[in-house]
């Protein structure tokens, strides 16, 4: 194991660790450079960085905004996938297999023409909007808006979800189903006290993995969002390269990785819980 945890520890664990140096306040040592060119460069060890960030009203409604699209999204998506694998689980067909392939499309379109195709599906000259004018009726404009870039982060996210949730529900016994319709549950009694149970770990890993991807999306927000409020992941571009602020913005890195590990955290306890359960 000493070759690949090295390779963590120098590309990873050490870059992180000064980063956050930096974000405190450390300007010395590799951190000169970027000290000297920076904007706003707080030089004393404290927490002013951070403090600065949570008393500017921009950068709170840009944090607002991201965590009230992630959680929509990843309800959403969630919601979506169980919807999915549900009818795949207990009725398939051609409906379940309609909705399954629908469901993994998305794995085989890149994010940067996705994004630019809800955009102009979406905007105010879009095929939405053009439908509703030739049918005599106005469209809502979402293109540019936390709305779609909502759709964008559930259309991305929606094939891992499905994938791991649908892949789960056929791994659950018949007899178990067979045994819940015997003693005289219906459809919705099944799903809600078998299938959903059952589930619950990969129903858990997905949330997490969905929660954190959405947190710290770019291409979506970046292409279908609004200047502002923006989400975070586009904050740290433009703090960075636009504002040359890159103190601010490694601070912005690690108030998404804060909320990221409590996500992180319920990961690790689901894939504890599930190996319990196996060994």
Not at 113 to 120: D, E, F, G
Not at 200 to 218: D, E, M, R, Y
Request: aromatic share 14%.
């Amino acid at each position: 194991m000493a070759a690949p945890t090295a390779v963590v520890l120098v590309f990873v664990a050490f870059p992180v660790f000064n980063a956050l140096l930096f974000s405190l306040g450390f300007t010395g040592g590799i951190n000169s450079t970027l000290a000297e060119i920076g904007q706003d460069i707080i030089s004393t060890p404290s927490f002013a960085v951070f403090e600065n960030l949570f008393h500017d009203s921009m950068y709170m409604r840009d944090l607002g905004a991201t965590l009230i699209v992630t959680f929509a999204s990843t309800v959403l998506t969630i919601g979506a996938a169980c919807v999915i694998s549900i009818i795949l689980r207990l009725y398939g067909g051609y409906l379940g297999k309609l909705l399954s392939i629908l469901a993994v499309v998305p794995l085989f379109v890149p994010v940067v023409i996705a994004s630019w195709a809800i955009l102009t599906f979406y905007d105010g000259t879009g095929f939405l909007r053009s439908v509703a004018a030739s049918l005599g009726f106005s469209a809502p404009t979402w293109g540019f808006t936390l709305t779609a870039v909502t759709i964008g982060s559930v259309w991305t996210s929606l094939p891992f979800a499905v994938l791991l949730i649908a892949g789960a529900m056929q791994g659950i016994p018949d007899a178990l189903l067979e045994a819940a319709h015997d003693a005289g549950a219906g459809n919705w009694q099944a799903i809600w006290h078998v299938l959903l149970p059952l589930a619950k770990i990969p129903l858990t890993i997905a949330s997490t993995f969905t929660f954190i991807g959405v947190l710290g999306s770019f291409t979506v927000p970046y292409f279908t969002g609004p200047n502002s409020p923006t989400m975070l992941g586009v904050d740290l571009s433009r703090y960075f390269t636009a504002f040359n602020r890159p103190q601010q913005s490694t601070a912005q890195a690690f108030v998404v990785f804060a909320f990221a590990s409590v996500a992180a955290g319920l990961y690790l306890w689901a894939t504890m819980h599930s190996n319990e359960q196996t060994s």
